[in-house]
């Protein structure tokens, strides 16, 4: 166990004393950090411009999925409100399949906070 420890720290060290010896790996360590945040930066800017310019991808006022639930890898029941009704439909890889009308309308899921978040910062109306 102490050999273990002693290696550990050896590992953790090792690289800082590297820095503090040569301000050459204070440049490079530097440098990548700058090139990590740069492609970073490009990762969140091409979301934002797929989000913008995909007309697919903006919300529908006659058209809104209430549930989603998977039922296998590539099959799931969506609840789906359109003219105030809620209906089930069947999705697969292949098709789509109306199932039925419900009775009673579903209650919408509250979205988790930081997904209210993210649709709110993803969404082009919400700019100011």
Same mark, same amino acid.
Request: charged letters at 15%; glycine letters at 4%.
């Given at each position: 166990?102490?050999?273990?420890i002693?290696?550990?720290?050896?590992l953790l060290i090792?690289?800082?004393s590297?820095?503090a010896? /040569?301000?050459?790996?204070?440049?490079?360590?530097a440098?990548m950090?700058?090139?990590?945040?740069?492609v970073?930066g490009?990762?969140?800017l091409?979301a934002?411009l797929?989000k +913008?310019?995909?007309?697919?991808?903006?919300p529908?006022d /006659?058209?809104?999925?209430?549930r989603?639930i998977n039922i296998g890898?590539?099959? +799931?029941?969506?609840?789906?409100e359109?003219?105030n009704k809620?209906?089930v439909?069947?999705?697969?890889?292949g098709?789509?399949?109306? *199932?039925?009308?419900?009775?009673t309308? *579903?209650a /919408? !899921?509250?979205?988790?906070?930081f997904?209210k !978040?993210?649709?709110?910062f993803?969404?082009?109306?919400?700019k100011?």
């Open positions: 166990m102490k050999k273990n002693g290696l550990l720290s050896t090792v690289p800082f590297l820095l010896a /040569e301000p050459a790996g204070f440049q490079q360590l440098s950090i700058m090139s990590l945040l740069l970073v490009c990762i969140v091409l934002v797929i +913008r310019f995909n007309p697919q991808m903006t529908s /006659e058209f809104k999925v209430i989603s890898s590539k099959e +799931r029941l969506l609840v789906v359109m003219d809620h209906h439909l069947g999705v697969t890889s098709s789509i399949n109306y *199932l039925y009308q419900l009775e309308p *579903l /919408e !899921q509250q979205m988790p906070e997904a !978040q993210l649709a709110h993803m969404n082009p109306k919400n100011k």
